[in-house]
């Protein structure tokens, strides 16, 4: 059964970190991290192979949030100097490419997030 489960989400002050963690059940090529306020579009945060290369990051994440994985293939998203702009559900997917125009393409499997709330 194919399974994506994602963690870490929590309440934080401005300037805090947090560490979202994505599990997943299957094989892939590309894991990304994605978030989205609702009555909002969807925004790209980050995205990473599991067979090596330069991670891949959206303009909300430079700077202040890194994608890395591990050697049994979770990916953990650390955003430090957290903004109240930076309040969403993130939310983990995973496919077999990624196309830096259109992030969200490659995707073929989404998890169903984890919400993160930062204070002013």
């Known amino acids: 059964q194919v399974r994506m489960a994602e963690s870490g989400g929590g309440s934080v002050q401005t300037g805090g970190s947090l560490r979202l963690s994505c599990g997943r059940s299957?094989?892939?090529?590309?894991v990304a991290w994605f978030r989205q306020v609702a009555g909002k579009e969807r925004e790209f945060v980050a995205a990473?192979?599991?067979?090596?290369?330069?991670p891949w990051y959206g303009n909300v994440a430079k700077g202040r949030f890194t994608i890395a994985r591990d050697n049994a293939g979770n990916v953990y998203l650390q955003m430090n100097k957290l903004k109240p702009e930076d309040t969403a559900n993130y939310f983990c997917?995973?496919?077999?490419?990624?196309?830096?125009?259109?992030?969200?393409?490659?995707?073929?499997?989404w998890g169903r997030g984890t919400p993160v709330t930062v204070s002013s």
């Open positions: 997917a995973a496919g077999g490419s990624f196309h830096s125009a259109d992030p969200s393409r490659g995707m073929d499997f």
């Open positions: 299957f094989s892939t090529y590309v």
């Open positions: 990473i192979t599991l067979s090596g290369g330069d």
